[in-house]
Structure formats: structure tokens, C-alpha cells
């Protein structure tokens, strides 16, 4: 009755922990100002790419922009980190893309409620802490391959031509093929020349808003040459209100994998994006668990509203901190001044060229690609290269979550790889300091002892195997533990089945320094229980030996030894 109710009430404090507490807003009053400004900044860097990214996904620019103000607040105020600006994301951009053209648009909302659903029940069960455990080769392969695909991806209406809905390869390729045949030069030079213009401007002063101001001068640029471009179009000046019609209950079993894919990769990119804030900063540190609670709550709500399901946003998250964002207030305004945008500027806004804000999302592919990083990584270790580069190419040619899970069952073969090769069997010579030279001769030649060291689990298993019954003709053998690190089943077995062949050819097994975390699966494979009743298990390996020559001296062997190492000597003298 106890440990239940001891369980309860670790539930309902876990449960607890994940909703805000007073001290999250403790920078409010103290640095308004500085996280207003911050917000502000996002803002005007948010608004392009909002709208980029919801025109990517197929959802079209209005689910971009209220994705970054609905999910954008709701997340501000229920993460788990203080400087996390959350929204429309190039990654859920490309998972987006066929969803959206093989399903309706309800479809792709009522997937962002279920992933929202899975995000707080992960962060119920605590599994939050596990992001950590993702190799920097895979995070620096899948955002590489990312930002491949969206750059890719902006090709036809960088070219002023119709999204295409097949592969991304064929579908730029496809693209090309049309405008070659039938070239209108306005749309690329519009793409192009912003792309250029942010990377330019981000190299000679990153404060200033390139990506805003580019766009705006691309617009008025369009709008003067009476260019023909393709526009984003009309947008609502009001925040609609929720409605649940697209909750269609029939539809919900197809669309289980797609909302899986959306939660995997909404998790490991707003703890990925929480981490990079904290170390870009000193006193800052996330809570997992809130984060994915604070992304599901975000991505429940958003789709009600109209929005597209959602994450946490390195690249403003970025922005947001370099801006001196001290807490929350800053990712809060930020929602609210988009929203005060779309409300005073939508007129403005639809004349925007979708060229331009392909040029913006080029640029920003361009700037997600740590070439250093990558460099670095590639000539660091074979494995650390080919993880990487596998990873990037999965990226390309599956969706993400297949490409994060491929890098990491790779990282992790590649690791178990490594572990393995550190197991060692190694003999220990005995110290003769307690006997004479003749007999710890002896014992040196019938008494053996081994130092196990390393972990003992299922991918050392065979070789350790292999080592330890490479053993020569001696009648005692004794087993030092004390620095084996770990050991799971299989080691366990293959431990007591070398101690049953071991014995089965005559050789008496004796145990030292074994650890009772250890103790527990030979234990339960039944090979302890013998050496216990036969007392060959001690604490330290000089009992041990100390026990083994005892043995010898018991069964008579040591005395015969003596007399045939004598007899030996005696007919060696002339």
C-alpha cells in the first residue's frame, strides 16, 4: 500500500513539474526591455520565414504565420526552456510535403493534434533526458541533409514555376526542364538576389534584419518593374476562430505513422535547438520534459486555428539570444508582434513574391550548413565521417525520422564496435613474494591468473570466450572481477559456460573482486552456487591464489611437483 502510494505521489509531482513555476518568470520585470527588443528582432526575422515555410509545407503562408504566433506563445509559456522561439521549421516544412499532398489539409491538422497528444505523453513518461544520447555526427548529417532538401525544394518557385509533388531530386529536375523551355528570368533574379543579399548582409552586420529588408526592397522592386511573379495572395486580418471539423475520428488509424514521424522529429528538434541555447549562454539551463510538454501543448492547440504542426526553431532561437533575450518575454513578444503584423499588414503582405521568400529559404539552407563542423567530424574518425555522410544521404533520399534513425543504429553499431575491442583478458603474474623461488616457480606454472577488464555484454561475448579458454595446461585458474564495468546476460553466459569447460577439463575456477551487480546473472544461471559450497570465491585476488595453493598442498600436488622438479634436477648433474 505504501509503494503505491509512493507512486502516486511521484506522478502527481512529475505531472506538477511540468507547468510553470514562478521562478521561470522571475527575469520579467527585470530585463522587459532588453526581451522586447529581442522579440521584436525575431519577429521581423520570423515574418519571412513564417511565411516561407508554411508555402514550402504546401499549407500555404497564413498556416506559417499563425503557426509562429499561436504555437510560438503557447510554447514561450509552457517550455521548458527561457530563450526557445518555436514555429514553422524547414525540417517539418519537408516531413509536410507529401502529407499535405496526399491528404487534405485537415488531414495534416488533425496529425498535429495526435503528435501534440504523443509530445505530453512523452514528457509524462520523463523521456525528455534521452535526447542527449543523439551522436553530433547524426545531428550535423540531418541538419546538412535538411538543409539540402529545402534548398532543393525552393527551386521551382525560385523559378517561378508550381511546386512539383514528385521526389525532390526529379521534381527540381523536372523544374529545370520547364524553364529551360519556356525561361522568365524575373523570378530567379527576385530568389537569387535576396538569397545573396542575406547571405551578404548576415557577413557584414548580423543585427540588422537582412532577410525583412530584403524581401521589402525584392517587393517593391516586382511591384515598380510590373515583373511577372507569382504573389503569396490574400491573408486574413483576423486570427480565425477554432473550430474542430477536421477531427475526423475514420481517418485517424492511416495517419498513426505520420503523426509518430511528427512527434520524433518535433522532439528532437526543440531539445536539439533548447541545447544550442543553453550553450550559447551561461546561466541558462532547459528542462526536457517541459519542452516536449510546452511543443505538445503547442502543437494541440495550433491546428484548431488553422496552423501547421510545429518546433522549436534553432535558427530564431539563435536570433533570440544574440539579441539579449534573458527570458521568456522575449519568445512571448515575438508571437504577439507577428500577430500585430498580420493584423496591420496583411494588404501589404499578400504582394509579397513567392520568389523572394524562396530566395529567403535558400539562404536559410545555406546558413543551417556548419561547414566547419562537418569538416572537422570528417577528419576526425572513419566512423564519425561515415555516420555523418550516411546519415545526410537518408536524409535526402527517406524522410527524417527514417535518416535520425538509420545514423543512430549506425552510431550505435560503430560504438558496440568499440566497446567490444576494449574487453581484455590479460594474465597477471603471481607474486612471489610469499614463497620461495622453486615453489613460486611452481605455482607460477599451475596457478594462473587473469584480469578481466572492461565490459562484459553481448558484443565482446565471443572473443572474450576465446581469450579466456586459450588457456594452457595449469590446474588452477583464477578469475580477478573487480574491473569488469558491466555485464549482461549473454556475458554472464558465455562467463559460465568458460567455467564449465574450464572445469570439465580439470581446472579448478576461483572468483575474486566479483561485484554483486554482477553476482545477480550468474547467480541466476546456477554457476555461483558450487564455487560458493566449494569456497572459491574471495573478496581479494591474493586470497584467492593463497586458497588455490592451498588446494595444491591438499591434494598432494605440490609435494609431487617438488619431488619431480627435484628428480628432474638430480638427473641433470654429471
Not at 530584403?214 to 511577372?228: F, K, M, Q, R
Not at 483576423?238 to 475514420?250: C, G, H, K, R, S
Not at 555523418?388 to 538509420?406: E, I, P, S
Not at 553476482?519 to 541466476?524: G, T
Request: proline share 5%; charged share 15%.
Amino acid at each position: 500500500m505504501t509503494t503505491i502510494r509512493e507512486t502516486t505521489a511521484t506522478k502527481r509531482r512529475r505531472f506538477r513539474q511540468l507547468f510553470p513555476e514562478r521562478s521561470d518568470y522571475r527575469h520579467l520585470g527585470r530585463h522587459w526591455h532588453t526581451d522586447l527588443l529581442a522579440g521584436l528582432t525575431v519577429a521581423v526575422v520570423a515574418l519571412p520565414l513564417a511565411l516561407g515555410f508554411g508555402i514550402a509545407s504546401g499549407l500555404g503562408a497564413f498556416a506559417g504565420l499563425i503557426t509562429s504566433i499561436i504555437a510560438g506563445a503557447l510554447a514561450a509559456l509552457l517550455g521548458g526552456s527561457n530563450l526557445q522561439v518555436s514555429g514553422p521549421t524547414g525540417t517539418m516544412a519537408v516531413v509536410l510535403v507529401p502529407l499535405a499532398a496526399t491528404h487534405s489539409h485537415a488531414g495534416v491538422m488533425l496529425v498535429g493534434v495526435m503528435a501534440g497528444l504523443m509530445l505530453i505523453a512523452l514528457a509524462l513518461t520523463g523521456a525528455g533526458r534521452y535526447a542527449r544520447y543523439v551522436p553530433v555526427p547524426v545531428v550535423e548529417g540531418f541538419t546538412a541533409g535538411v538543409a539540402f532538401v529545402i534548398a532543393v525544394q525552393q527551386l521551382p518557385p525560385a523559378l517561378g514555376l508550381p511546386a512539383q509533388n514528385a521526389h525532390i531530386l526529379s521534381g527540381a529536375w523536372e523544374s529545370v526542364r520547364a524553364f529551360a523551355a519556356d525561361p522568365n528570368w524575373a523570378p530567379p533574379a527576385v530568389a537569387f538576389g535576396v538569397a545573396a543579399a542575406i547571405l551578404l548582409g548576415s557577413r557584414l552586420h548580423s543585427q540588422i534584419p537582412t532577410p525583412l529588408l530584403a524581401v521589402i526592397a525584392a517587393s517593391g522592386a516586382t511591384w515598380w518593374a510590373n515583373a511577372e511573379v507569382s504573389i503569396i495572395g490574400s491573408l486574413p486580418r483576423t486570427i480565425p476562430a477554432p473550430e474542430a471539423a477536421f477531427l475526423d475520428v475514420a481517418e485517424m488509424p492511416e495517419l498513426v505513422a505520420a503523426a509518430v514521424a511528427i512527434c520524433a522529429l518535433c522532439a528532437l528538434e526543440s531539445l536539439l535547438s533548447a541545447t544550442v541555447a543553453d550553450n550559447m549562454t551561461v546561466d541558462q539551463h532547459h528542462n526536457p520534459d517541459r519542452e516536449l510538454f510546452g511543443q505538445g501543448v503547442a502543437n494541440l492547440v495550433t491546428p484548431f486555428f488553422g496552423g501547421m504542426p510545429s518546433s522549436g526553431a534553432l535558427a530564431r532561437t539563435a536570433v533570440n539570444v544574440r539579441s539579449g533575450a534573458a527570458g521568456r518575454l522575449a519568445s512571448l513578444s515575438h508571437a504577439i508582434v507577428l500577430a500585430l503584423m498580420m493584423l496591420a499588414l496583411a494588404p501589404l503582405v499578400a504582394h509579397i513574391p513567392l520568389a523572394a521568400l524562396a530566395g529567403v529559404l535558400i539562404a536559410t539552407s545555406i546558413r543551417m550548413i556548419e561547414v566547419g563542423s562537418m569538416l572537422a567530424l570528417a577528419r576526425s574518425t572513419r566512423a564519425d565521417a561515415a555516420v555523418m555522410w550516411l546519415t545526410l544521404a537518408a536524409t535526402v533520399a527517406l524522410n527524417l525520422v527514417w535518416a535520425v534513425a538509420v545514423g543512430i543504429a549506425l552510431a550505435g553499431l560503430l560504438a558496440l564496435g568499440r566497446i567490444s575491442r576494449s574487453v581484455s583478458v590479460e594474465e597477471e603474474p603471481i607474486d612471489p613474494a610469499d614463497h620461495h623461488d622453486e615453489e613460486a616457480a611452481l605455482l607460477h606454472e599451475h596457478i594462473v591468473a587473469y584480469r578481466l577488464e572492461g565490459p562484459l555484454f553481448f558484443a565482446a561475448a565471443h572473443r572474450f570466450l576465446l581469450q579466456l579458454l586459450d588457456v594452457a595446461d595449469v590446474r588452477v585458474v583464477v578469475l580477478r572481477m573487480s574491473r569488469v564495468s558491466t555485464m549482461d546476460a549473454s556475458g554472464a553466459t558465455v562467463l559460465a559456460d568458460a567455467i564449465k569447460r574450464l572445469e570439465h577439463r580439470g581446472i579448478a575456477v576461483y572468483l575474486s573482486g566479483l561485484e554483486p551487480v554482477h553476482a545477480k546473472p550468474l547467480a541466476a544461471l546456477g554457476i555461483l552456487e558450487p564455487l560458493w559450497q566449494q569456497g572459491r570465491i574471495f573478496e581479494h585476488t591474493g586470497e584467492a591464489i593463497a586458497a588455490a595453493r592451498q588446494r595444491l598442498k591438499a591434494d598432494g600436488l605440490l609435494e609431487q611437483l617438488e619431488a619431480e622438479a627435484a628428480a628432474e634436477v638430480e638427473a641433470e648433474r654429471p
